[in-house]
């Protein structure tokens, strides 16, 4: 138990039976239960589980490979039924690439900013320049940037899975559809913001090992960046229907739009090539709009 609530941990793993047994040791003593979700293992990393001797319950789930958001999403909906209104949930990787030291520390931020969930930010961590390679650190800030963008809402390391949340996310959330693979962290982000969830950072420590990536680049940017396109549009649309702040939200998609436009002509020959500088000029605005109807009240970030 932490402040009298319940803190249960999701942990997805893909064979890491080297790393699982440390990972769980860990764990601070007010975790009470630990949700492992073994994604197609074939080294053992379910029986390593087991075989580890822990002072909270172990649930393990069995999935096949489908991939990392989609185990996390596997444990996710097993905690929405078992844990209470006031109950905390967490997500740490199987890898140990999470410093459980960090957990408490992000419990208490998340009360403290009375906030829905809180997200570690490992580029905010004073020791990230010597422990993250800095190829890592430039894509991460790209990918924020993006993730911002698609959003509404300003956030520094987009790729840290290391949340706390409360169970209330989990009932909001519950419908939502899934993305299985590398990148659910954004589009869970994307999807909170949305929902009109309030979320917070706070700094966590990088840890690397000798564990490697099964993240291949080019796919992934791919895929990603058309994730990106797709929940910009179907929440930027959601929030202009149902969401507050409908008259930036308008003014936002006409500059929007107006940008597009602007290249149409160009291209088409109707406008000169100097139009084109209303492209950009029309899109950063229509970004400035979009952020400042999302910060109103429904997010502290």
Avoid at 8 to 25: C, F, Q, S
Avoid at 38 to 53: L, Q
Avoid at 63 to 88: E, F, K, P, S, Y
Avoid at 123 to 133: F, K, Q, T
Wanted: net charge neutral.
């Amino acid at each position: 138990m932490w402040e009298g609530r319940r803190l249960a941990v999701v942990m997805p793993a893909r064979n890491e039976a080297p790393h699982i047994d440390g990972a769980l040791r860990s764990l601070p003593a007010e975790v009470d239960v630990v949700v492992v979700v073994d994604d197609g293992s074939i080294d053992g990393t379910t029986e390593a589980v087991k075989s580890t001797e822990r002072p909270f319950d172990v649930t393990v789930l069995q999935r096949g490979g489908q991939g990392v958001g989609a185990a996390v999403a596997m444990g996710l909906d097993h905690l929405a039924g078992v844990l209470d209104v006031d109950d905390l949930v967490a997500v740490m990787d199987g890898d140990g690439q999470m410093d459980a030291d960090d957990l408490l520390p992000l419990c208490r931020q998340l009360v403290a900013e009375q906030a829905d969930v809180i997200k570690g930010d490992r580029l905010a961590h004073h020791d990230v320049r010597g422990a993250m390679p800095v190829l890592r650190r430039l894509a991460n800030r790209g990918l924020a940037l993006l993730t911002t963008l698609a959003s509404g809402r300003r956030v520094g390391d987009a790729q840290c899975g290391f949340i706390v949340m409360r169970h209330e996310v989990l009932l909001r959330t519950k419908d939502d559809p899934v993305w299985s693979g590398y990148g659910y962290v954004n589009h869970r982000f994307i999807r909170w913001s949305r929902h009109g969830l309030r979320v917070a950072t706070h700094p966590v420590r990088p840890v690397y090992g000798e564990e490697t990536s099964g993240i291949r680049p080019l796919r992934f940017l791919f895929s990603v960046g058309a994730m990106f396109v797709r929940e910009h549009h179907g929440r930027a649309f959601s929030s202009l229907v149902s969401g507050p702040g409908r008259v930036p939200l308008s003014v936002a998609l006409a500059t929007y739009l107006a940008g597009w436009a602007s290249l149409v002509g160009v291209v088409g020959g109707v406008l000169p090539l100097p139009a084109l500088v209303a492209l950009p000029i029309a899109w950063l605005l229509a970004h400035a709009l979009d952020r400042t109807a999302h910060a109103g009240g429904r997010a502290r970030i």
